[in-house]
């Protein structure tokens, strides 16, 4: 008897495991090219944004959204059941940058010029892209507890 007691013990401290509805609460993302950030960026910072590059991340946008309904919702829940708490928002809009600010989590921007073949040579995949959008999105919702 006294051992089942040292056994159950620790199980005590362990968190609950999520419900249903804290697996599913996680928010609506919305993905799109931030226009108005990079002119004024671009102003600011006398960073030159090639039209090439707009062209192929406004043309590639509908791609990542697919990529991201499909993979993204899925890490998205994973994170969830493995805190066991909702995310706090019930939206989240990641803006994607051409200009030369590193992606961040507050505000969300996500630099995708290294995804562009017209930027490098040997670009990063999408994969990394959308791993990037939720490293981002972590960090918000992380920062919420």
């Not at 998205?76 to 200009?99: H, W």
């Amino acid at each position: 008897m006294r051992i089942r007691k040292l056994v159950l013990l620790p199980a005590l401290f362990l968190p609950a495991p999520a419900t249903a509805a804290q697996t599913s609460a996680v928010p609506a993302v919305s993905i799109e090219y931030g226009t108005m950030f990079d002119l004024i960026c671009s102003e600011k910072s006398s960073y030159k944004i090639d039209p090439l590059w707009v062209q192929e991340l406004e043309s590639r946008l509908p791609a990542f959204r697919r990529e991201w309904e499909s993979e993204g919702l899925k890490l998205l829940q994973t994170a969830t059941k493995i805190v066991g708490k909702p995310f706090p928002r019930k939206e989240l809009a990641v803006t994607l940058t051409l200009c030369s600010y590193p992606s961040m989590g507050r505000p969300l921007l996500v630099n995708a010029r290294y995804t562009m073949k017209s930027f490098v040579e040997k670009p990063n995949t999408d994969q990394v892209l959308l791993s990037t959008i939720f490293h981002e999105i972590l960090h918000t919702y992380l920062d919420g507890f």
